[in-house]
């Protein structure tokens, strides 16, 4: 049961983690304190086969009126993607992904709406930082060094993903651990470093909670080892930078009512010291932190 009292044994249990001093997020040149002001990170789907319906954009200039809306509505950053994470979705190669991304990211920076792409395909991610991309969503794992260089030299942000295989629709087995923040800190440290030498300045890490878990993980499972992850996502701070969490929706838990599910782990996920938050129903989310900041001061 989530109670004050098993939040506050927890800190206990991991003393001075949760002041842990974290970097800032930077987008286009503007540093965002995440413990001060969380980073709300919107998303617009290019691919029909998204799970989330409401975030899918049937062409550019729908991708872009998306877009608009969500940081009107709260977003501080757009989260871009041309290829849904699901199982059974279609491939799109790099060629087909540029000519979606491409398009709409160079439309949206005339609007002055900050860009992120969620790739880990090197020439899409070439492609969408001259764009003018500036973060990048890297949802691969090895090998990402050029891909990492790429954004070093663009000066942009990386959100590194946790990802169990090569990339994150290669279909590898998602391990749920018991305690699963050791893993992520083995998985994460040596690749900060590695992002730090190649010229990646700002950095924010990604447990991964909204990829595919395979067949044998039921909708129960995920949605414990989501609010785990994210009431645990202070303990991350020791590696220096800021955690950035998907919202899980939890159909199992809300049904038809799913839509409230990203505002009820939102609660979580501050609580937890989540300070990126990768969101489809910006408005909630944004309206929520900021009635949770009214009421801490």
Known sequence: MITAEAIVRLHDQYPGLADAPVAPFVIDGTAFDTDAAPVVMGV????????????????????????RLQMV???????????????DASRVDA?????????????????SVPVSVESYEPDVVRA???????????TGSDPNDEMLALAGEAG???????????????????????DPIPPLIDYFGPRIERARALGVMSLALDPGLGFFYGAAISPREKYLHQAQVLLHSFRLRELGRPVCQIMPHAFDLFEERYRLGEPFFTVLARLGGVGVFRVHEVPDVARVLSAMGELST
Do not use: W
Not at 44 to 67: C, F, G, M, P, Q
Not at 95 to 111: K, M, N, T
Not at 128 to 138: D, I, P, R, T, W
């Open 44 to 67: 617009v789907n290019l691919s029909r086969d998204s799970t989330y319906r409401e975030s899918i954009a049937i062409s550019t200039e729908s991708a872009v009126r998306k877009a």
């Open 73 to 87: 509505e709260g977003a501080h950053v757009i989260d871009i993607g041309a290829e849904s994470s699901r199982a």
């Open 95 to 111: 060629r087909g992904q540029i000519e979606r991304l491409v398009p709409v990211i160079e439309q949206c920076r005339e609007s």
């Open 128 to 138: 969408c930082l001259s764009a003018g991309a500036g973060v990048l969503n890297l």
């Open 156 to 178: 942009a942000s990386v959100v590194m993903c946790y990802v169990p295989g090569t990339h994150v629709r290669d279909g590898s087995p998602f391990t749920i651990h018991d």
